[in-house]
């Protein structure tokens, strides 16, 4: 059985469902499929931090060495790897070493500020406009420092977004326990983005997903597409398990899993899943005021109305996505040498998630250089959430034939092929 659709989007997490809800707005009619469930995934346990303060791409100098020492310490380490053979996985590492260059930030900077802001200013319309009921906090986020090292680069980070423009008040020692008591005494500073804020992901997609339907949408969850076929400058026909699809625009934003579901189409994805976990527990009495990310550990704390969140890791992965005790264990760790938590947490869940991530650390966004129905949107790595809004209204411009409102030449998939 053939269905004959308007546009089709593969992928129902941030990036699926935010292109799906301006799509709707711009008068068209959607079809999200997901081999799973929508709003869930790697999408909903992931920290909630909206960062526009995050301008600086993770392929940037020095990374490289600072990944070295880390490995040198498993069980505590913010990163890990896989090691393997694989040409494509080995490719990617050689690109990214490439791209850790003072040139791929200067030219990442304004790409990823211009969607950042497009995105948050997107974020407090959605959730007012829409009543999104998703604990919504806007006080920004702090990061805790416990070294002089950490928090004099912590500064430097700062004086870079003043010189774009953006908020960034670096605090003292009296300070940054005045802004968050739960900090424990040994953190002597800290850098407070008072232009980010955070919510609860998994709330706010499942409303989004909500909004969509009510809305007209035709969402097929445990649906997975196996083909995607293309003759000529289309694509032609989406083959899934329930079925086959043709559609006038296809969206692809399956996040970790494009290039596989892209493959046969000839395009160049460079995109790799990096694994994280969280654990969320009920909020306890000790609870921090705000989004806070602890320096040193890069670990991520949120509260979320009723729940508190701990959120880590980078690992470069396969596909797979089942949380590791061990490194959640580490996570807790990390949490209790910056705050003073309760003793026993009162746990939810834990939950591992891939980020999709490109080597130079600006997501994919734009037309296939050789379909002209083909939009993909992925490679967003650990803003996904952050620019989901921004992404989803971009893609819808341009399946209108509009002039995206920022400038997409940096996130082209030419871009990218260009390397
Ligand atoms: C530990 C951790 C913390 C994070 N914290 C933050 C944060 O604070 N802020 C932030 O902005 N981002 C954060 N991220 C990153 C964010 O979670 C990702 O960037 C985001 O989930 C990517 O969204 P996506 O829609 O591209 O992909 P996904 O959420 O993975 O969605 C892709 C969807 O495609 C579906 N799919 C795959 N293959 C097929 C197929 N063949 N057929 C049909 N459907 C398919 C999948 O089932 C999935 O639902 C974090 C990530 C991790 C791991």
Redesign the pocket.
Known sequence: MTHKVDVLI???????LSAAHYLQRAGRAVTV????A?A????SG??????PSHIVPLAAPGIIGTALRWLRDPKNSPFGMRLSADPTYLSWLLQFAAACSARNVRGAIPALKALGALSARNFSRLVRDEALNCAYNQTGLLFLYKTRAALDAGRHEAELLHQHGLPADVLDEALVHWREPAALPDVIGGVHYTGDASLD?ARFLRALADRVIARGADVREN????VLESAGERVTRVR?SAGDFEAEQVVL?????TP??ARGLGLNLPVQP?????LTARAGVALPRQALLLGERRV?VTPMGEQLRF???LELSDLDTTPSPEHIAGIERAVREYLAIDERLRLVGTW?????TTPDGVPIIGLSPRHKNLIIA?G?????????PGTGQVVAELAMGKTPSIDLGRFSVAWNARR
């Not at 593969?10 to 699926?16: L, N, P, Y």
């Not at 992931?46 to 960062?51: C, E, K, R, S, T």
């Open positions: 593969i992928g129902g997490g941030a990036i699926g499929l997901d081999q799973k929508v869930a995934g790697s999408s992931n920290a909630g931090h909206i960062v992901p649906t997975p597409v196996t899934t934003a399956a996040g970790a899993w596989q579901v990096a694994r994280g976990y969280s991520a959120t880590g890791r591992a998630g891939l980020r999709p992925t967003h790595a650990m803003l996904g959430l952050s620019l989901g």
